[in-house]
């Protein structure tokens, strides 16, 4: 349900040499880190995701500039702007995410729950759909 997906604080450790935020596994996300992955160099007016993960649950973080991130389960749409370091979006499995507006030099880091497994993902949009609908 897409009232599952919200924005979580993130430790802040202010300094004037500079901030420090931090994640440990199980404490500020509640999964254990499995995976780590993190999009740069995205082009003006491309757009990254554009999937749905059948089990796998992520936790997304704008570590430099800005992107917005549109989130669908299937039923209602709603979209995040990241453009801090110390809070992320926390997406649960089975709803459709889509990246897009990415701000010159942005870093998108992705901590995910489970190994990469391509079975994992729904890539047709109609296909979640029918997955989505069958759940309920």
């Known amino acids: 349900m897409i009232s599952n997906c919200i ?5 802040k450790i202010p ?10 596994s199980q404490k500020q996300v ?3 880190i ?3 992955y993190y999009l740069y160099d995205v082009p003006g007016g491309e757009e990254r995701g554009g999937h749905a993960h059948k089990k796998v649950v992520e936790f997304i973080i704008a570590i430099s500039g800005s992107f917005e991130v549109v989130l669908d389960d299937g039923v209602k749409k709603r979209s995040f702007f990241l453009n801090r370091a110390y809070y992320g979006l926390y997406v649960p499995s089975m ?8 701000s010159l030099g942005s870093v998108c880091l992705v901590l995910a729950s489970l190994p990469y497994d391509e079975s994992d993902y729904y890539r047709d949009y109609d296909e979640f759909l029918r997955a989505v609908r069958g759940q309920h």
């Open 34 to 36: 499995e995976r780590v």
């Open 7 to 11: 924005l979580l604080d993130l430790p």
């Open 15 to 24: 300094d004037h040499r500079g901030n420090l935020t931090f994640i440990e």
């Open 95 to 102: 709803i459709w995410r889509e990246l897009r507006n990415f």
């Open 30 to 32: 509640s999964f254990k």
